[in-house]
């Protein structure tokens, strides 16, 4: 799992990650709230539910996003602190 490579079939992979890539705007709300629903990732299923943590605060997941941008996706741009603030804003809304 340090390598990025997932949990066999638990946990999907974040290196070479399809959902990744795609789930960008989605990072904030992944992390603070967790998945609760079956996800896709590189045509592999994955239905094991994935905790949030909820009290991790917005420079954290910034940090987060950062660490893995910069280890396997130099291509995607960084996320900043604002980024996540106005995600956690939208999920918030769409959960009310």
Not at 63 to 77: A, D, M, R
Request: glycine fraction near 4%; proline fraction near 6%; hydrophobic fraction near 40%.
């Amino acid at each position: 799992m340090d390598d990025g490579s997932g949990l066999v079939a638990l946990y999907p992979p974040l290196l070479d990650a399809d959902y990744f890539r795609e789930h960008r705007d989605d990072f904030a709300c992944i992390v603070r709230y967790g998945i609760n629903h079956p996800i896709v990732v590189n045509d592999v299923p994955f239905t094991t539910p994935m905790e949030g943590i909820k009290r991790i605060n917005e420079v954290e997941i910034a940090n987060i996003f950062n660490f893995i941008q910069s280890s396997w996706y130099p291509e995607l741009s960084t996320l900043s602190e604002k980024e996540v603030k106005e995600q956690l804003q939208r999920c918030a809304s769409a959960a009310e």
